[in-house]
């Protein structure tokens, strides 16, 4: 298995509150990824990164922030929580290989409420 | 643009039956790369079997094989011999060679083996 850990694995907040999600991986790989997951609607992109302090937008980024300091740390910022942000958070991880076989393997999740 | 479609929202099969799930996909990308994941009720997403555009044979890993139909766009994924511990959510997905950092995922299908 991949080693990616999240933390924390379940928060609760409130509504303006920033919130900071943590993905770590052990495997020296080049890209990351923050995902969310709802009800009908499989897994989203927010963002990714493809090496220290290179991010880009995925198809639902807005009101989240990311930041990449170090290859095995990933980041994920609610600047003010709200409740539509309420979801289960997934981090992958990817080698980078060119073309379209690049695996992506996942962490554990995160579940956040947003009150 | 690329979409993925998984018409089977839930599933009920008997122990040791072979249990086939329905992926479409839609792309322009002359290249791209499917992918199943499991998700069980425990929440993590387990990456179970990838197949290339280009591939000249379905690609098999273990108990899964993936019945690719290029022509008619579709990446069903073949449960031989189901087990107990096959109950879960299955999620196709695609990545597409011009956008390689992507991957779009399905909606998702709840199987459920019956004993």
């Known amino acids: 298995d991949a080693g990616i850990t999240q933390s924390p694995r379940h928060k609760v907040t409130e509504t303006g509150t920033p919130v900071t999600l943590r993905c770590h991986q052990t495997?020296?790989?080049?890209?990351m990824y923050w995902y969310r997951q709802d009800p009908g609607h499989g897994l989203r992109l927010i963002h990714y990164?493809?090496?220290?302090?290179?991010?880009d937008k995925g198809e639902v980024s807005d009101g989240y922030s990311v930041s990449r300091s170090k290859t095995e740390d990933f980041l994920l910022t609610l600047e003010s929580a709200t409740s539509s942000q309420t979801s289960v958070y997934f981090c992958?991880?990817?080698?980078?290989?060119?073309?379209?076989?690049?695996?992506?393997?996942f962490g554990p999740g995160t579940r956040l409420t947003v009150l | 643009a690329q979409k993925i479609t998984q018409t089977q929202p839930g599933m009920f099969v008997q122990e040791k039956e072979a249990v086939t799930l329905d992926c479409t996909y839609d792309t322009s990308d002359p290249s791209y790369g499917l992918f199943w994941y499991k998700q069980p009720s425990s929440g993590e997403m387990i990456f179970l079997i990838y197949q290339g555009s280009y591939d000249q044979q379905n690609a098999t890993e273990g108990r899964y094989s993936l019945n690719f139909q290029k022509a008619r766009k579709s990446a069903n994924l073949v449960i031989s011999a189901s087990q107990l511990g096959d109950s879960a959510m299955y999620f196709c997905a695609m990545r597409g060679g011009s956008s390689a950092s992507k991957i779009i995922f399905g909606s998702g299908t709840r199987l459920s083996i019956r004993p």
């Open positions: 495997e020296n790989h080049r890209y």
């Open positions: 990164s493809y090496g220290v302090k290179d991010t």
């Open positions: 992958a991880i990817s080698k980078g290989l060119a073309g379209e076989s690049d695996t992506q393997y």
